[in-house]
């Protein structure tokens, strides 16, 4: 069990084709832990102050969208896998509080790339280069919601804001025992969980056709880790996954609908082809029945019998 939860705090990242970059920067995709939500950022050919080091950070995604003045306390490590036994792989560990001003923290030297990109190294697998982050979140908090803590309203437990107040209730009314388990004490990370699960609410109520296959990946992850804190979300999960269902039926008719497409493409050019051939086949065989008419006409003039103005033609042989 200790085990699952530690793996729930890990993501990794494999950068494909790591040598041949020519980006001066790339992200990895977005993914949540903890109830926080990250992404890694890289810079592979190293950044303007260590350029021959391989530059790693970690970063708050969609910080711009949080309340001003929040504040998220984190240790992480990273590792650079190296896959050969017995090799060691490179880790490195820091904390460090993000917030508005600094929503990102690494490393400017975390390896040298001469070390990364040599022969045998053990550190790219066919030019991919593998990292892994575990992330601890230690704490969170929201100054500007603590300058405003009286507009919070305290619902079954959770400090929610007023326009969210009756969405909450209705909540705890429909599953009552939704969050009998829950076992986070902190205010803020309680805040915090239920915005999550009242974004995961709203993006299960999308459309299919308005939802990513990236959205529903960070909905399962989301998902996970809210039960893994206590929430009961049987009836959430049972909804995501017919979303899912729906999502895939749409894209595999969306699939299907561009390979008919394709399929009717061609048989147009092959008719359009054919048309062209019956097209001249066609006059051949006008062609051919004129040169036919001719020819009986020529045929029937040679064996036609002489007329009667003709006759005076043999009257010397008789």
């Not at 309340?67 to 590792?79: M, N, S, Y």
């Not at 603590?146 to 007023?162: A, K, R, W």
Request: proline share 3%.
């Amino acid at each position: 069990m200790g085990n699952d939860q530690a793996d729930k705090k890990k993501f990794s990242w494999v950068i494909k084709n790591f040598s041949s970059l020519q980006s001066e920067k790339i992200y990895s995709d977005q993914f949540v832990i903890d109830g926080c939500r990250w992404r890694l950022l890289a810079f592979p050919k190293g950044n303007s102050i260590k350029s021959d080091h391989l530059s790693l950070y970690l970063e708050v995604a969609e910080s711009e969208s949080l309340p001003c003045g929040w504040r998220r306390h984190a240790q992480f490590f990273f590792t650079i896998v190296n896959h050969i036994p017995g090799k060691c792989s490179q880790r490195r560990e820091t904390i460090h509080w993000f917030c508005e001003k600094v929503p990102d923290w690494g490393f400017t030297d975390m390896f040298p790339l001469n070390g990364l990109k040599a022969k045998d190294s053990g550190f790219l697998v066919n030019g991919d280069l593998k990292i892994v982050v575990e992330i601890e979140v230690l704490e969170v908090l929201v100054i500007g919601l603590l300058n405003v803590s009286e507009s919070m309203l305290d619902v079954n437990g959770f400090h929610v804001l007023p326009s969210q107040v009756k969405y909450v209730k209705s909540l705890f009314e429909i599953h009552p025992d939704i969050a009998t388990k829950f076992r986070i004490k902190n205010q803020y990370l309680k805040t915090g969980y239920m915005n999550v699960l009242l974004s995961l609410i709203e993006t299960v109520r999308r459309s299919p056709k308005e939802i990513s296959k990236a959205d529903l990946d960070d909905a399962y992850v989301a998902l996970e880790s809210l039960t893994d804190y206590g929430f009961k979300l049987d009836w959430l999960k049972k909804n995501l996954d017919q979303v899912s269902e729906k999502k895939e039926k749409e894209e595999a008719g969306e699939t299907r609908r561009k390979e008919i497409e394709e399929e009717l493409k061609d048989l147009k050019l092959k008719c359009s082809g054919l048309e062209a051939h019956l097209e001249k086949v066609k006059r051949k065989c006008s062609d051919l029945e004129g040169q036919l008419l001719e020819q009986k006409a020529e045929v029937l003039a040679a064996i036609a019998p002489l007329s009667s103005s003709d006759d005076g033609v043999f009257d010397d042989f008789f």
